[in-house]
């Protein structure tokens, strides 16, 4: 069964700290690994990875895929409160169909 | 950029109505549509996926007859929950992917609806 994993489900920091969130897989077919960004709505995008070790960047956010292990990083420095929102990270496959399968998601906190 | 809308944002209805939720692109086309439903304070759950004039693939566990969705067109598709119950209030969120489909192409997510069955 194709599953994705997040940790840890909860994080509160201060403004100004590093958060690294975690993301593990074990799929079929995969094509891709996604990272979003949900605040009250429907998840944002934030990035798409195809490739084992090429980073990719974007302002304060950056993240990197291994596909050998299974996992991925999104990394945030410097963080704000704006930044506060649950961080979702989708897997792309095929599965008799191309679909996304999230993970349970990080619930970020920052505290100013 | 590439945008999805659904209609309506809200819906209040009383158990045992039936609940019919929009999801169109605008500006561009989809050949497949998701339909996806988010309980407070967890991850989006994949219910079906809508391919445009056939008929939709339902995730393990998801009614087809609860959940009718009709995908007519390359711009629209609809989720309908038959005979409503207060268990099947929750956040959907529907997304598009462009009718290219090429490897790689990211889904494109409406901003949802909330539906409360009383």
């Known amino acids: 069964e194709d599953k994705v994993v997040q940790s840890p489900l909860s994080l509160v920091v201060h403004e100004g700290d590093t958060v690294t969130l975690n993301c593990s897989y074990e799929v079929t077919n995969f094509r891709s690994l996604l990272w979003y960004k949900q605040e009250k709505k429907a998840p944002t995008f934030l990035f798409m990875l195809?490739?084992?070790?090429i980073e990719k960047k974007s302002g304060r956010l950056s993240s990197i895929l291994d596909k050998k292990e299974l996992f991925s990083i999104l990394n945030i420095t410097a963080t704000q409160t704006g930044d506060s929102a649950i961080y979702l990270c989708a897997v792309d496959l095929y599965s008799g169909t191309y679909k996304y399968i999230f993970g349970t998601g990080t619930r970020l906190k920052v505290l100013a | 950029g590439a945008v999805v809308s659904q209609h309506p944002s809200w819906v209040i209805c009383k158990s045992g109505t039936s609940v019919k939720i929009e999801c169109r692109s605008l500006?561009?086309?989809?050949?497949?549509m998701f339909w996806y439903r988010q309980f407070p304070k967890q991850s989006l759950m994949l219910m079906a996926t809508?391919?445009?004039?056939?008929?939709?693939?339902?995730e393990q566990g998801v009614e087809k007859d609860k959940f009718l969705i009709n995908h007519a067109s390359l711009t629209l598709s609809t989720l309908t929950v038959t005979s409503a119950h207060p268990e099947d209030s929750s956040f959907y969120i529907c997304?598009?992917?462009?009718?290219?489909?090429?490897?790689?192409?990211?889904?494109?997510f409406g901003p949802g609806t909330r539906l409360l069955v009383l």
């Open positions: 997304s598009a992917r462009d009718a290219k489909g090429l490897a790689g192409s990211t889904q494109y």
């Open positions: 195809t490739s084992s070790g």
């Open positions: 809508s391919n445009e004039g056939s008929k939709a693939t339902y």
């Open positions: 500006d561009f086309q989809a050949t497949t």
